[in-house]
Antibody, heavy 118, light 109 residues
Framework: QVQLQESGPGLVKPSQTLSLTCTVSGGSINRGDYYWSWIRQSPGKGLEWIGFIYYSGTTYYNPSLKSRGNISVDTSKNQFSLKLNSVTAADTAVYYC??????????WGQGTLVAVSS | EIVLTQSPATLSVSPGERATLSCRASQNINSNLAWYQQKPGQAPRLLINGASTRATGIPARFSGSGSGTEFTLTVSSLQSEDFAVYYCQQYFNWPPEYTFGQGTKLEIK
């Protein structure tokens, strides 16, 4: 089973861009049976699926993000990333990178807390 | 958007007893439902998918049932490690618009 580790700044200013990276170890990101996902958890909104990316670059996003999100993959580094622009306090959350395969989120990173504050 | 409503918000049960948690979908999602367990400071852990299929390594005391709009997670004999927050999640639509319930906290009575 692959392991996932999130990394990135823990504090972002309002209106700026949140950037996180997930490093995949113990297996290749170049596999056709997984989607590489981001999910966040905040006290106000609970668990929220942000979106995911296939190794080919195909992406799907939660419509509620109103096109603020962008997920990319770097197969040479075995990483995938999330960028969320125009952040507000409502984007403060624990962000998880998660493997989605066979119709289930069955492998989660430990999560990283991102606070949006000036 | 498919809304999942979990009940109750908090459930107090004694160790060794049975716990029954509910999840209601705002529209028919067939059996496209998963259950997760989350303990403080940890990521959620998959328990059940396909409404009733236990994930690898999940004890048999966890069982899921239901289809359509009404779903149930049952823990048949609560162990101390089972006290946690439980979430349901639907994966009915494609392109995906996955949503989670707001959670049920299972606490020791």
């Amino acid at each position: 089973q692959v392991q996932l580790q999130e990394s990135g700044p823990g504090l972002v200013k309002p209106s700026q861009t949140l950037s996180l990276t997930c490093t995949v170890s113990g297996g290749s990101i170049n596999r056709g049976d997984y989607y590489w996902s981001w999910i966040r958890q905040s006290p106000g909104k609970g668990l929220e699926w942000i979106g995911f990316i296939y190794y080919s670059g195909t992406t799907y996003y939660n419509p509620s993000l109103k096109s603020r999100g962008n997920i990319s993959v770097d197969t040479s580094k075995n990483q995938f990333s999330l960028k969320l622009n125009s952040v507000t306090a409502a984007d403060t959350a624990v962000y998880y990178c998660v493997v989605y395969g066979d119709r289930k989120f069955d492998n989660w990173g430990q999560g990283t807390l991102v606070a949006v504050s000036s | 958007e498919i809304v999942l409503t979990q009940s109750p918000a908090t459930l107090s049960v004694s160790p060794g007893e049975r716990a029954t948690l509910s999840c209601r979908a705002s529209q028919n999602i067939n059996s496209n439902l998963a259950w997760y367990q989350q303990k403080p400071g940890q990521a959620p852990r998959l328990l059940i998918n396909g409404a009733s299929t236990r994930a690898t390594g999940i004890p048999a005391r966890f069982s899921g049932s239901g289809s359509g709009t009404e779903f149930t997670l049952t823990v048949s004999s609560l162990q101390s490690e089972d006290f946690a927050v439980y979430y349901c999640q639907q994966y009915f639509n494609w392109p995906p618009e996955y949503t989670f319930g707001q959670g049920t906290k299972l606490e020791i009575k």
